[in-house]
């Protein structure tokens, strides 16, 4: 389950990485304004199906503002790359304290669904909560209608051609600003999903975004920058080592997701499935 938590969050931001090029600090808050629309939705509607409809399409909105509000500004600028890190990272200082103004410094409560509540069977001594299942059914399921748009349709083909060699694809005469602002978008909104699936099972927090953040960095350095695969493979495996050395000790988990990281890189630089020169520039 922490993988597939995992996965999500860290997809757009390798993908977003991969095309544009930026170290995208603001991914985190994207994650918890999903949980906070989600939240927000249940309170007015009382639908937590509804919640994982609209808080995506809201955050995704909220992407775009950002996309073409601000980073579009810095695009061809002298060090382009290390200005989107400054701005990103002043965005996730920024908005947090925004959603602490606007919702309070409290959590807020966010309720497991009443059909997903209970436990569908036990393994072992292991009761196996049926939220749990479904937030791995849901992943499931989304991960190859992701695959499929990303390989299999034409703005699939842009972004992966676009993070080749993006110089030709605006050579081609494609619209590259309108692509970036898509997958931007797309990147917000999976990362919102993910929040809305997780906020049940922590606290919908300002500072939530800045804790998941840390991890999908490690999964995307692992699994290879702008890679679909290297995404799926080292979110499994970072939330699998976070979950089994978290069962010994806590703080342990954090010291061995670090060590992965270090030697997945002494092995292999551009991680398990990573392109060979991907981050070079």
Known sequence: MNG????????????????????????????????????????????????LLTAPLAVGLVGVLVERGVLSRIYGTKNANFAGVLVTYGLAIMIPDLVRMTFGRPGKPFAIP??????????????????????????????PLLWILLNRTNLGLVIRAGTSDNLMVQLLGINVARTWTTTYALGAALAAFAGVITAPLVAVAPEMGGLVLIEC????????????????????????????????????????????????????PRGLFGQEGMSEE
């Open 217 to 268: 960095f490690i999964v995307t350095v692992v699994g290879g920058m702008g890679s679909f695969l290297g995404v799926v493979a080292g979110g499994l495996l970072i939330g699998e080592t976070l979950a089994l050395t978290g069962m010994l000790y806590d703080v342990l988990a954090d010291v061995v997701i670090y060590l992965a990281m270090a030697l997945v890189l002494l092995v292999r």
């Open 4 to 51: 597939c938590i995992l996965i999500l969050v860290a997809l757009g931001l390798s993908i977003v990485f991969g095309l544009m090029g930026i170290i995208n600090f603001a991914h985190g808050i994207f994650y918890m304004l999903g949980a906070y629309a989600g939240w927000l939705t249940i309170h007015l509607t009382g639908s937590f199906w509804l919640a």
């Open 114 to 143: 009443e059909a997903l509540t209970g436990s569908l069977f036990r393994l072992g001594a292991l009761d196996v909560h049926a939220y749990r299942v479904f937030i791995l059914a849901v992943t499931a399921g989304l991960l």
